[in-house]
């Protein structure tokens, strides 16, 4: 019993205890702590590679997906690289453009331009003349000024700056339009003796430090006008222009960059939205004339005519106030320099006199046509407006009688019915020149023929389809459906009307008043005999009571003179003054009737309310004698008029034209 015992405890004794574990649950235990930290690791990555996810876009996870497929099923991966190639490439240009990107950033280690840094490169020049800050100061304007452009230039990516926010932007670019060349005008000033003078414009090159200051202003210049060619707002560009005024002598120096200047300048000119911006320009062209010596002017003289030539080919009331502007742009223009300006007045109203002479000639459609459009109607009619704002100068006053002559072949080369909106517009011209020069031309003869015609004797027909108020300053023609219209016969009366008032008001102070009105008298009694129309009677016999008063009232102011018809300066001198001629009743009547001008005349302020399709009211077939010209007919002729009436005068501005290598060869 005793050996049992003994045995089962040795046997009791190899047994583990209840809080000892066996050795297999250690090793089992150990296995899922392993485990379990490799969950845990696991479980880390995930979140960590979701995360990552979270930064990369789906092409590219799309793309790892394609690349994981050619491991996972390498046979299907194959069978879609020959039946479906295209499908594998998706994404690898983008991918490989934002790595590219990516790299450029994390590479870019350029410092970036702050207000501290750019007064201090200012403060560098200004105080040690150190030509370094002043070369850091038009890096900046450089990087300012391409910083929109689409692709970076080398000179961007190896700069040692850049701009990073637009408070820097702003600070560079206003620094560099407003403070930059008043900086380097002082430098130059430095070493000047004080000679010049006061008032006069400083002349750069006359400055010894020129020869150091000259890369900077080309650079500067170079970087501005890259950045006028590719502004687009408005408020921008003009703000560029109102700095620009102030520069124009530094410009001088570089001819090649005053050509393209001037080209931008008239390009914004004739062709930008913004009134303000047109101002600007033409002001910018102004200065450029007065600023960049000579013959520099003649340059703008060219650019801006044939500019204006080239906008005017058709009027209406939409584009009546910006072709007056136009006009009155020229005239300002063509007043700067009166010596300059008559040697291109006499050229190109020399080349409209050619072309009149050959239509005249000819007499076929295609001449004609080159005579009557608007575009000559506007060339004659910017040469009046310029001898008449200038009536006092002598050189300009040489071109009066061809000019005249011109205006009367003008209305002489047709004189059909159907063209007299044009012949009263030539009249209106002629008055003004005649006015203005205080010469006398014979303009009331043209409306004679106007009294005389049938179609203002019977009464006017009422087609509904011409009803609209017909306006003959924004026609060459009367359609022919319009021929006949009572729209159309009031328009021609109260503008004939009105031009007989003024022609009879500008000669109203003459001596031989009562011999010249006396063919005019003659047809308006014929004309209110036959007219049938009673408003239009009344109106020719109370100007017919007019005229008659003023006669009496010269030849009483003739029975008190006392010198002969052969004294010419006397004669000339007979009240000859403006207060004399204004005292007349003539020119009293004709003040009154301005003052009261008929409903009938007076153009709508909305210009739809007086637009008439005339295109679709007239018919085709009016095509009399071979000699009608059609609207559609001037629109179809649109170039050839254009090359024809400005030939042999756009070599001279071809000249502002550069091929684009000269333009990067002046901005190197």
């Known amino acids: 019993m005793d050996g049992e015992d003994s045995g089962d405890d040795a046997e009791l004794e190899d047994l583990p205890e209840d809080d000892e574990p066996a050795p297999e649950a250690k090793k089992s235990k150990k296995q899922s702590e392993k485990s379990g930290d490799k969950k845990k690791k696991s479980k880390k990555s995930a979140a960590d590679d979701e995360n990552?996810?979270?930064?990369?876009?789906?092409?590219?996870?799309?793309?790892?997906?394609?690349?994981?497929?050619?491991?996972?099923?390498?046979?299907?991966?194959?069978?879609?690289?020959?039946?479906?190639?295209?499908?594998?490439?998706?994404?690898?240009?983008?991918?490989?453009?934002?790595?590219?990107?990516?790299?450029?950033?994390?590479?870019?280690?350029?410092?970036?331009?702050?207000?501290?840094?750019?007064d201090k490169w200012a403060s560098d020049f200004v105080k040690?003349?150190?030509?370094?800050?002043?070369?850091?100061?038009?890096?900046?304007?450089?990087?300012?000024?391409?910083?929109?452009?689409?692709?970076?230039?080398?000179?961007?990516?190896?700069?040692?700056?850049?701009?990073?926010?637009?408070?820097?932007?702003?600070?560079?670019?206003?620094?560099?339009?407003?403070?930059?060349?008043?900086?380097?005008?002082?430098?130059?000033?430095k070493e000047m003796k004080e000679d010049a003078q006061p008032g006069a414009r400083f002349v750069p090159t006359k400055s010894p430090r020129w020869s150091k200051l000259r890369p900077f202003f080309k650079a500067y210049f170079a970087h501005l006008l890259h950045l006028v060619l590719q502004l687009a707002e408005p408020k921008m560009i003009a703000f560029v222009l109102q700095q620009l005024q102030k520069s124009f002598h530094f410009l001088a120096p570089f001819p090649n960059f005053t050509k393209r200047y001037l080209k931008r300048f008239l390009e914004l000119w004739s062709s930008f939205n913004s009134e303000t911006v047109r101002i600007l320009a033409f002001l910018n062209i102004r200065q450029m004339a007065l600023d960049i010596p000579f013959p520099f002017i003649e340059q703008c003289l060219k650019g801006v005519y044939l500019t204006y030539v080239r906008n005017s080919k058709f009027v209406n009331p939409k584009v009546q106030a910006t072709i007056a502007f136009m006009t009155n742009c020229v005239v300002e223009l063509f007043g700067l320099d009166f010596v300059a300006s008559y040697q291109h007045a006499f050229v190109y109203i020399r080349q409209l006199a050619i072309h009149l002479h050959g239509a005249s000639n000819l007499k076929n459609k295609d001449q004609i046509q080159n005579i009557y459009n608007w575009q000559t109607l506007n060339s004659i009619n910017a040469w009046v407006r310029t001898l008449a704002a200038y009536p006092k100068q002598e050189h300009l006053q040489h071109l009066l009688y061809p000019l005249a002559q011109l205006i009367e072949g003008v209305i002489a080369l047709q004189p059909a019915p159907k063209y007299f909106p044009l012949r009263l517009q030539c009249v209106a011209m002629l008055n003004q020149l005649s006015e203005r020069s205080g010469v006398y031309i014979n303009s009331g003869s043209y409306l004679l023929e106007i009294f005389a015609s049938d179609h203002l004797h019977i009464g006017g027909k009422l087609n509904t389809s011409t009803q609209k108020i017909f306006d003959p300053r924004f026609q060459l023609k009367v359609p022919k459906k319009a021929m006949g219209s009572k729209a159309h016969q009031d328009a021609i009366y109260h503008w004939a009307i009105e031009l007989t008032h003024q022609w009879l008001a500008n000669n109203s102070n003459s001596i031989a008043f009562p011999e010249l009105v006396l063919p005019m008298q003659i047809a308006l009694k014929k004309f209110s005999k036959a007219c049938k129309l009673s408003y239009m009677r009344r109106g020719v016999q109370q100007l017919l009571e007019r005229i008659a008063q003023n006669s009496k009232y010269i030849q009483a102011k003739r029975s008190q003179i006392t010198f002969s018809s052969k004294d010419v300066s006397q004669t000339t001198a007979f009240l000859a003054s403006e207060e004399e001629r204004a005292a007349t009743p003539m020119y009293r009547a004709y003040t009154e009737y301005?003052?009261?001008?008929?409903?009938?005349?007076?153009?709508?302020?909305?210009?739809?309310?007086?637009?008439?399709?005339?295109?679709?009211?007239?018919?085709?077939?009016?095509?009399?004698?071979?000699?009608?010209?059609?609207?559609?007919?001037?629109?179809?002729?649109?170039?050839?008029?254009?090359?024809?009436?400005?030939?042999?005068?756009?070599?001279?501005?071809?000249?502002?034209?550069?091929?684009?290598?000269?333009?990067?060869?002046?901005?190197?």
């Open 128 to 189: 040690h003349g150190s030509l370094k800050g002043l070369k850091q100061l038009i890096d900046a304007f450089r990087i300012a000024c391409h910083l929109n452009d689409a692709d970076e230039d080398e000179d961007s990516l190896s700069a040692k700056f850049r701009i990073v926010n637009s408070g820097a932007y702003n600070y560079v670019m206003m620094f560099s339009l407003k403070q930059l060349l008043p900086i380097m005008e002082r430098h130059l000033k």
């Open 594 to 668: 301005m003052k009261n001008k008929p409903k009938e005349v007076a153009t709508a302020e909305d210009g739809e309310d007086r637009e008439v399709n005339w295109d679709e009211a007239d018919d085709d077939s009016d095509n009399e004698d071979g000699m009608d010209v059609d609207e559609d007919d001037e629109e179809e002729a649109e170039v050839d008029e254009n090359g024809d009436l400005i030939q042999g005068l756009g070599d001279d501005f071809e000249d502002l034209e550069e091929s684009d290598e000269e333009e990067g060869n002046d901005s190197d």
């Open 52 to 118: 990552d996810e979270d930064d990369v876009s789906d092409t590219e996870l799309h793309a790892k997906e394609l690349e994981e497929l050619a491991e996972l099923d390498p046979e299907f991966y194959e069978f879609m690289q020959k039946e479906e190639g295209r499908l594998l490439e998706f994404g690898k240009a983008e991918i490989a453009a934002k790595k590219e990107e990516r790299a450029r950033e994390a590479a870019d280690h350029r410092e970036a331009i702050t207000k501290p840094l750019v």
